[in-house]
């Protein structure tokens, strides 16, 4: 398996973290990525020249680098052949390097001293500890059910999201929901339940970097249709699905993460008829439809028009109250459902029940947290464009109608360049092609606004100093090393 320059910055994740030179924490980051299996025996490393630019640091840092492990016995090379792991390549294929990993880089490590700007997770909010604080030991006790095997979840909750759901337009039975650890398992059992392997999955042409994962994973091939401000164009689309015969499309129709757009209401009708309509399955992720930041609701999801069409409707708690809860849905047809629901039993079985009760008792306060959630946004949002006004007045981007995350385009180079070195400079961001099924935008960078005025004014100003950095030589031309 021969790795490109992107699949091995993707390995080694957030690899200038600590201390010494560059070039001594590129090698531990090597060592670890082969130490950790993501490196697998038979793997082919990139030449130092093209990872060097795609690290942004010079050809020296790599070449050194490579030059130490070698020594170690823990990279092998020879001329013509080029630097690759030893041993003999596992049956099946690689290791983890195709997965967005920088997305969840906060994540997997301590990421002490840096902001991290490069996930749309916001913190928990004021009502959420209030709540909790004012649960006694009797209410968390009602969730104490049999088993505690229910792999449906919790009826109470299923009936609470069915109804929330047919307020907004789509008449759902509690049959018809399944309640998943947070928005992102529903994603992916709805893949896997709907999804086949070497298949084409629509998309829009940046989109949620863990759908990509999902869609990656399930052997599937992610391909792109355009958007503009008002998100998905129906004809494109109505095109794409008529010429790639995919297996699914998935969309994020309100709001769009990671642009910010919202998909008109003439627009929801289109595809529904269009596409839905015609059988094919759709995934709409309405993970961030509550967050209308600039004013605009959301119109009624594309279920709402084909009620009994193939459509899957996927929403959570995460962002209005606390990603932390782990409580998401999917809300399809009676027959989806019930197949997503047999998928969760084979991925952990059923979800906690406490939380699935603590997040019912949540619902009930919905608007209320909506309004504090959306004040919050709109509060670091300002900050964000302020900041960027005044410290990047070269970048441009268009303002967010709702969600958390503002899609900046770069004067010049690339984001993935720019990426390595905001993180050296001690903010952490997602590069635009991380976000592309095909790679595309590379000249944009993903900024979220769900952090505090405080995190958010940091990061800037960390942004705009390694901004100054990547600008002294130019990416095109040189590597930058801060």
Known sequence: MRLTPRQTALAIGRWADGDGTL????????????????????????PERALARELAV?????????AELKRDGVLQSRQGRGTWVPGPAPRGGGGGADITTELFGGMLGDGAGLVDLSAACPPASSMFRALVEGLSGAALADAVIGS???SGGLPELREAVAEMLSAEGVPTAPEQVVITNGAHQAISLAVAVL?????????????YPGALDVVRAAGMRPAGVELDADGVLPDALEAAVARARPALVYLVPAFHNPTGALLAPDRVRAVAERVAARGTPVIEDHVMRDLHVGGRRAPAPIAAHVPDAPVV???????????GLRVGWARAPRPIAERIARARVLADLAGPLIAQHIALRLLAHRGEAVRARVDALRLSLDVLEDGLRGHLPDWTWTTPVGGGTLWARLPWGDGAGFAQVAQRAGVAILPGAAMSPDGAHDDHVRLPFMHGPDVVGE???????????????G??????IV
């Not at 990061?459 to 030589?473: D, N, P, Q």
């Open 459 to 473: 990061g800037v100003l960390r942004l705009a100093r390694a901004w100054e950095a990547y600008s002294r030589v």
């Open 23 to 46: 070039q001594a924490r590129l090698a531990a980051a090597l060592r670890g990525a082969v130490r950790r299996g993501e490196l697998t025996p038979g793997a082919t490393l990139p």
């Open 313 to 323: 409707t996927i929403g959570s708690v995460s962002k209005v109250f606390w990603g």
């Open 148 to 150: 505690g095997y229910i």
């Open 475 to 480: 990416a095109a031309r040189a590597p930058v």
């Open 58 to 66: 010079s050809r020296t840092t790599v070449v050194g680098a490579y």
């Open 195 to 207: 999804g086949r392997p070497g298949s084409p999955a629509l998309m829009e042409s940046c989109t």
